[in-house]
């Protein structure tokens, strides 16, 4: 079931969840996202309940988490998938002109809305 124009709810939500559980405004954001990066995003990761977050080896304090108990929010990220290196630096490049957070692995890009959901400082990181 499409939930915006490019995603779905498959996509977004955490395996066997009955509600999306991300924030106000988080899916508009994504979508914006999308369409200025103007390619396919295959997600990998969306919304995480605490138990789904515990098996794929999340952060506890995880932006993908619904109620998160640190920020008092629901989801606000999504791993993309990546393996064309140069698609992966114009959405990076993107991502952070559009103020999301960006972690950058091996085959995939988290992207977060955490500076414009939560007004807390954008970041950049890299997974080891």
Request: with cysteine; proline share 3%; net charge neutral.
């Amino acid at each position: 079931m499409r939930i915006t124009e490019h995603f779905t709810w498959d996509e977004i939500a955490s395996p066997g969840h009955t509600e999306l559980g991300v924030q106000e405004g988080f899916l508009d954001r994504l979508e914006v996202l999308r369409v200025a990066y103007g390619h396919p995003m295959v997600i990998t990761s969306g919304a995480r309940t605490r138990e789904h977050n515990k098996r794929v080896g999340g952060a506890a304090a995880s932006m993908h988490l619904i109620d998160n108990p640190k920020y008092r929010c629901d989801c606000l990220a999504v791993d993309v998938h990546m393996l064309d290196a140069s698609l992966c630096r114009r959405f990076v490049e993107i991502a952070l002109a559009y103020r999301w957070s960006v972690g950058v692995g091996k085959s995939f890009v988290h992207v977060d809305a955490r500076a414009d959901l939560l007004q807390l400082p954008q970041v950049m990181w890299g997974y080891g």
